[in-house]
């Protein structure tokens, strides 16, 4: 198909990313198969940044999307991920060497326990091998040359932290939430090598960071050794689409009926509905006064379509940022 027969694409492909693919790898993935399907040249971006180490939902913005991608930036998150006791890794994951051992290994009731220590507001040390910059340079820059790296502790919120599942060996991703229900032969009094937790997260907050500390608490070590994020902002895993997947549907029936629309990444958003006049002068960056509304933000729209994001104060409408969709009023 070539490419005058499509418009650019305006909205959301929510990518599966799979292990060993960093974000911008699946930015340009998702790049590549449009542009070998014939579509018209999209920008595209993601929706915060997902390590090579982890896979799971990323959000791809497409179009005008991209110019919501930094509110996904903001947004919460939900990881599953799994510390391995008893050994810690420069990278804190399983990409980096050895640096210190325990023999400890908690019991699952301490683990439990220690928990609440972990939730709501806290202060949190990122890892070494991050992408923060120190004096210009990224930190993970820094730690592969061989320099000591010291980054100040960032406050982080832990809205909720929980037992996935305690069990040894097995793939966290079949497994069910824990309860009081553990299995055969697994009592809360006995010491676990490993154990998967579920965190809901604000943004900012390292994992691996999370499970350093909890390791610590519980009085040995620790590193990642699975890590899946569940959900960014409103998208969910239920939404994810593998790469292999996405590739099969530009090739098919096309990617239309994959994108979520742009206005899915604002679902926490409430609607202001325009008229034709108020959608003109919106387009052109004017003000709209006298409006009843609460202050607050709203995504303006003419009918269906997205016309701009909007900042009531005071009965005053300012535009946050201006969409270009066809079928809006000109």
């Given at each position: 198909m070539s490419e005058t027969n499509r418009v650019p694409l305006s909205g959301w492909l929510i990518l599966d990313k799979p292990r060993g693919m960093g974000s911008t790898q699946g930015v340009s993935a998702v790049k590549r198969v449009l542009?070998?399907?014939?579509?018209?040249?999209?920008?595209?971006?993601?929706?915060?940044?997902?390590?090579?180490?982890?896979?799971?939902?990323?959000?791809?913005?497409?179009?005008?999307?991209?110019?919501?991608?930094?509110?996904?930036?903001?947004?919460?998150?939900?990881?599953?991920?799994?510390?391995?006791?008893?050994?810690?890794?420069?990278?804190?994951?399983?990409?980096?060497?050895?640096?210190?051992?325990?023999?400890?290994?908690?019991?699952?009731?301490?683990?439990?326990?220690?928990?609440?220590?972990?939730?709501?507001?806290?202060?949190?040390?990122?890892?070494a091998y991050s992408a923060l910059k120190i004096d210009g340079q990224r930190a993970y820059d820094l730690a592969r040359s061989g320099q000591a790296v010291e980054l100040k502790s960032r406050a982080v919120v832990i809205h909720s932290l929980t037992i996935r599942h305690p069990g040894e060996g097995r793939d966290p991703e079949l497994q069910a939430p824990c309860s009081d229900a553990l299995g055969?032969?697994?009592?809360?009094?006995?010491e676990v090598d490993q154990v998967t937790l579920v965190a809901h997260v604000s943004k900012g907050t390292y994992i691996r960071s999370l499970a350093r500390d909890i390791a610590q608490a519980l009085g040995t070590c620790g590193h990642v050794t699975y890590l899946r994020r569940t959900k960014a902002g409103p998208f969910t895993q239920a939404q994810a689409i593998s790469l292999d997947k996405l590739e099969e549907a530009a090739?098919?029936?096309?990617?239309?009926?994959?994108?979520?629309?742009?206005?899915?990444?604002?679902?926490?958003?409430?609607?202001?509905?325009?008229?034709?006049?108020?959608?003109?002068?919106?387009?052109?960056?004017?003000?709209?006064?006298?409006?009843?509304?609460?202050?607050?933000?709203?995504?303006?729209?003419?009918?269906?379509?997205?016309?701009?994001?909007?900042?009531?104060?005071?009965?005053?409408?300012?535009?946050?940022?201006?969409?270009?969709?066809?079928?809006?009023?000109?």
């Open positions: 542009r070998q399907n014939g579509y018209a040249k999209t920008k595209v971006g993601h929706g915060g940044t997902l390590d090579p180490l982890a896979e799971g939902v990323l959000p791809i913005a497409l179009g005008e999307a991209t110019k919501l991608a930094g509110r996904m930036l903001d947004s919460d998150k939900i990881y599953a991920f799994t510390i391995r006791f008893g050994e810690e890794t420069d990278t804190l994951d399983t990409e980096g060497v050895g640096v210190a051992t325990s023999d400890v290994r908690p019991t699952l009731s301490e683990v439990e326990a220690v928990l609440p220590r972990f939730t709501g507001p806290i202060e949190q040390v990122p890892p055969p032969g697994l009592r809360r009094g006995d090739k098919g029936a096309g990617l239309e009926h994959l994108l979520l629309p742009l206005e899915a990444g604002l679902d926490d958003i409430p609607a202001l509905c325009l008229d034709q006049t108020s959608a003109q002068a919106v387009r052109q960056g004017r003000v709209l006064s006298g409006m009843p509304q609460s202050s607050g933000l709203y995504l303006a729209k003419l009918g269906a379509v997205p016309v701009a994001l909007m900042e009531i104060t005071d009965g005053t409408a300012t535009v946050v940022r201006g969409f270009n969709l066809p079928d809006v009023a000109e």
